[in-house]
């Protein structure tokens, strides 16, 4: 079957989305305290730079991930059933998606993500080695609403949302997205959603500031593409990074801390900052069992099983529409 086709949904060129960057970084630089989305760290050096994190020795989301599906395949495959569509939400980790493939037999394969470059790469490599099943790749943004291939309209969904992605989000987006989905996929469709616990502050703040600095360098990258692509003068040298638990938020935040008094331009515009002012750039909030159930819950999906025997502590949560 191979790749069937890679349809495209996205209402910007690259030029467009150049707009989107620069009117999300002027907006968030312009605010009391200072924010960019998360979403704008993933250019090629961010992109590269997250496959490292997830090889570091602090950064236990992916191995526990991993290992839960490995542990767990044949289970999953008993409670998932063969024949459905999975409908992934990003384009696919070379490690996290085969074992899932491998464990329950899909009818067909719908990766969707808004990079295209990485998406056609990433759905030929599965492709190649799942020779047998059609894949059909989708080149959108899948926090918005999203249009299903026509071909998969007859096969069960389920969708998967691996990572902890959902994490990024506040929990009125959290729950949107899962709403939309829930529309989307239809009825009878299962969602497998990975969710990072609550855990001890010391193992979550070493996750997100590595002995490496490879975090670091993740975080100060957003920097240096708003100077490369948006024609900046920031200096970076004058920013730490900094991975913080918000015990109120149940999240990290990192934030990029003004080490000194100092200005920059932004293409045109002038900004200041005070020596310790922050840009914060990232949230990842971590869900207990009773508060991951609440917002599957709200957003229209109702958990049947989970798995959970891993440390450090992450979740694979199956729910049903
Ligand atoms: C890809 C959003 C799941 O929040 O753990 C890793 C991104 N940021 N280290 C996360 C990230 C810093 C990651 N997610």
Not at 121 to 150: G, H, I, K, M, W
Request: proline share 6%; glycine share 8%.
């Amino acid at each position: 079957m191979g790749v069937v086709r890679q349809l495209r949904q996205v209402d910007a060129d690259d030029s467009g989305i150049d707009i989107a960057f620069r009117a999300d970084v002027h907006a968030g630089l312009s605010q009391a305290q200072k924010a960019i989305p998360a979403r704008w760290f993933y250019d090629a050096t961010g992109s590269a730079l997250f496959e490292d994190i997830t090889g570091l020795p602090e950064y236990y989301p992916t191995r526990s991930e991993v290992a839960l599906l490995t542990r767990h395949a044949r289970e999953l495959a008993a409670a998932i059933g063969p024949g459905r569509a999975v409908v992934e939400l990003g384009s696919g980790s070379s490690t996290k998606t085969p074992l899932l493939l491998d464990a329950i037999a899909p009818g067909a394969y719908v990766p969707v993500d808004i990079s295209g470059d990485f998406l056609r790469d990433s759905a030929a490599a599965l492709s190649a080695r799942f020779p047998d099943l059609p894949v059909y790749p989708v080149e959108a943004d899948f926090t918005q609403p999203v249009a299903l291939p026509r071909e998969i309209c007859g096969l069960p969904k389920l969708g998967f949302f691996p990572g902890s992605t959902i994490g990024n989000m506040v929990a009125r987006s959290a729950v949107d997205l899962l709403r939309h989905w829930r529309g989307a996929l239809g009825d009878g469709a299962l969602m497998l959603i990975g969710v990072d616990r609550i855990k001890d502050i010391g193992t979550l703040e070493r996750a997100y500031d590595d002995s490496a600095g490879v975090t670091a360098a993740f975080n100060l990258n957003l920097l240096e593409r708003i100077n490369r692509e948006l024609g900046g003068t920031i200096p970076v040298a004058n920013f730490d990074h900094r991975a913080c638990w918000n015990d109120v938020h149940a999240r990290i935040e990192m934030h990029l801390v003004a080490a000194c008094d100092l200005d920059f331009i932004v293409d045109g515009r002038s900004y200041t900052m005070a020596k310790g002012e922050t840009i914060h750039s990232e949230n990842s909030h971590k869900y207990g069992p009773r508060d991951a159930s609440l917002l599957l819950r709200a957003g229209g999906w109702t958990p049947i099983a989970a798995w959970d025997d891993v440390d450090p502590a992450f979740a694979l949560i199956l729910a049903e529409a």
